[in-house]
């Protein structure tokens, strides 16, 4: 890349190739002085009702690690207890005290070691996990001038399609708030079901269909809400619709009922809260999953979420990147330099930055055009505000 990159961590272009001392500085060693686990309380713009759960707050674990040479990288994790089994509390505590110590001393560049010791160290807490492997590579990106994609093999696509998701008591207003989301941009539509009843998503589902203009896509994501038979009641209700697939319908474990559904709706399944690993990747795909949703905080870490895209390409099944409700600009470039970076997401990118108040990111990723560009810069290509953060740092984060 013929780029130089300032302190600051923004790119600028080079009219002449880069002399030869920074081919030397690039190889460095970035030797890892500190990880500090920073749980944060940040404030959504009205709560969102999923099944089983209406969220206020995103309590996120923000981590930054620092080198002896004053590099530093960022990442985030949502908690989500129903989704990975982690609190903040839980995942501070990883971090502080196991995470932390199995990494201090040790060399950033050398991350497939790093993601090895983070293994041996400690058990699932895939969150924390993941967390720290995205701010070793935003430490890295920025090391050595390059952006976070071009570490996962370079960005395929300068932009990608981010999804808005809908979930109101009534389809009335499930329909008001799509029509006021098209109009801001956007173009690819998660409709959260499993809330109301079966009739009235299908109702809800069937309005937006008919309403929304044909370049818009639609999806549901039932979040485990609904049995086997409301499933297939749902199913069969919008079976004319534009519906490019539905999410988790049934709960996670329930393999035999996904194959039941499957055969019975030409409409596509995708797998969420039953992916936790590539094996489950295989387990849902052979129960009949035509796609998964894919987190960084469910399969550990950005090289695992790397592997789980490539097998999902070798099975023929979509993906969907998504970041769980909510998370800040960091966790957002991630998923979107990420998404850069696959063959294949034709089932969209969740970004969910856009639900929060206020980010703690000095530019908020903007829809342009139904389309999220990719940060331009290197590692995740955003600037963390410090102030911002301290402000919304939890002082006691024992209950959450
Ligand atoms: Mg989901």
């Given at each position: 890349?013929?780029?130089?990159?300032?302190?600051?961590?923004?790119?600028?272009?080079l009219?002449?190739?880069?002399?030869?001392?920074?081919?030397v500085?690039?190889?460095?060693?970035?030797?890892?002085?500190a990880?500090?686990?920073?749980?944060?309380?940040?404030?959504?713009?009205?709560?969102?009702?999923?099944?089983?759960?209406?969220?206020?707050?995103a309590?996120?674990?923000?981590?930054?690690?620092?080198?002896?040479?004053?590099?530093?990288?960022?990442?985030?994790?949502?908690s989500?207890?129903?989704?990975t089994?982690?609190?903040?509390?839980g995942?501070?505590?990883?971090?502080?005290?196991?995470?932390?110590?199995?990494?201090?001393?040790?060399?950033a560049?050398?991350?497939?070691?790093?993601?090895?010791?983070?293994?041996?160290?400690?058990?699932?807490?895939?969150g924390?996990?993941a967390?720290?492997?995205?701010?070793?590579l935003?430490?890295?990106?920025?090391?050595?001038?390059?952006?976070?994609?071009?570490?996962l093999?370079?960005?395929?696509?300068?932009?990608?399609?981010?999804?808005?998701?809908?979930?109101n008591?009534?389809?009335?207003d499930?329909?008001?708030?799509?029509?006021?989301?098209?109009?801001?941009?956007?173009?690819?539509?998660?409709?959260?079901?499993?809330?109301?009843?079966?009739?009235?998503?299908?109702?809800?589902?069937?309005?937006?269909?008919?309403a929304?203009?044909?370049?818009?896509?639609l999806?549901?994501?039932?979040?485990?809400?609904?049995?086997?038979?409301?499933?297939?009641?749902?199913?069969?209700?919008?079976?004319?619709?534009?519906m490019?697939?539905?999410?988790?319908?049934?709960?996670?474990?329930?393999?035999?009922?996904?194959?039941?559904?499957?055969?019975?709706?030409?409409?596509?399944?995708?797998?969420d809260?039953?992916?936790?690993?590539?094996?489950?990747?295989?387990?849902?795909?052979?129960?009949?999953?035509?796609?998964?949703?894919?987190?960084?905080?469910?399969?550990?870490?950005?090289?695992?979420?790397m592997?789980?895209?490539?097998?999902?390409?070798?099975?023929?099944m979509?993906?969907?990147?998504?970041?769980?409700?909510?998370?800040?600009?960091?966790?957002?470039?991630?998923?979107?330099?990420?998404?850069?970076?696959?063959?294949?997401?034709s089932?969209?990118?969740?970004?969910?930055h856009?639900?929060?108040?206020?980010?703690?990111?000095r530019?908020r990723?903007e829809?342009?055009?139904g389309?999220?560009?990719v940060?331009?810069?290197?590692?995740?290509?955003?600037?963390?505000?410090?102030?911002?953060?301290?402000?919304?740092?939890?002082?006691?984060?024992?209950?959450?």
């Amino acid at each position: 890349m013929s780029s130089l990159c300032r302190r600051s961590g923004h790119m600028e272009t080079l009219t002449k190739p880069a002399p030869p001392q920074e081919t030397v500085r690039a190889g460095r060693p970035l030797v890892i002085a500190a990880v500090r686990a920073i749980p944060v309380a940040l404030p959504l713009s009205k709560p969102v009702r999923m099944s089983g759960v209406t969220i206020g707050h995103a309590y996120n674990l923000v981590v930054r690690v620092e080198t002896k040479g004053g590099d530093v990288g960022w990442g985030e994790a949502a908690s989500a207890p129903t989704m990975t089994g982690e609190t903040l509390s839980g995942m501070v505590a990883a971090v502080e005290g196991v995470l932390a110590p199995a990494l201090v001393g040790e060399d950033a560049r050398f991350l497939p070691t790093l993601i090895s010791r983070m293994q041996h160290a400690i058990y699932a807490n895939t969150g924390p996990r993941a967390a720290i492997e995205m701010a070793l590579l935003d430490l890295a990106g920025r090391a050595n001038c390059v952006s976070f994609a071009d570490l996962l093999g370079g960005a395929r696509r300068k932009s990608v399609s981010p999804m808005w998701l809908i979930g109101n008591a009534t389809a009335a207003d499930d329909l008001a708030e799509a029509q006021a989301k098209y109009r801001e941009g956007f173009r690819f539509f998660k409709l959260k079901i499993g809330v109301k009843t079966p009739d009235d998503d299908i109702q809800a589902t069937l309005m937006l269909d008919k309403a929304l203009p044909s370049d818009s896509i639609l999806c549901a994501d039932a979040n485990m809400g609904l049995t086997r038979e409301s499933a297939r009641r749902y199913l069969g209700g919008i079976a004319g619709s534009r519906m490019l697939y539905v999410e988790q319908p049934l709960p996670h474990a329930d393999l035999e009922g996904l194959a039941m559904l499957a055969g019975a709706t030409r409409i596509p399944i995708c797998s969420d809260e039953g992916i936790h690993s590539i094996a489950d990747i295989e387990a849902n795909g052979r129960h009949g999953a035509r796609g998964v949703s894919l987190k960084f905080i469910k399969l550990g870490g950005v090289t695992e979420m790397m592997r789980a895209a490539q097998l999902c390409d070798r099975l023929g099944m979509a993906v969907n990147v998504a970041g769980k409700i909510a998370e800040s600009g960091i966790g957002s470039a991630a998923n979107i330099q990420f998404s850069s970076a696959i063959r294949e997401a034709s089932w969209g990118v969740s970004l969910t930055h856009v639900y929060l108040d206020a980010d703690i990111v000095r530019d908020r990723l903007e829809i342009v055009d139904g389309r999220m560009a990719v940060p331009a810069g290197a590692g995740l290509g955003l600037e963390v505000m410090e102030d911002r953060l301290r402000a919304v740092t939890m002082k006691n984060w024992s209950t959450v």
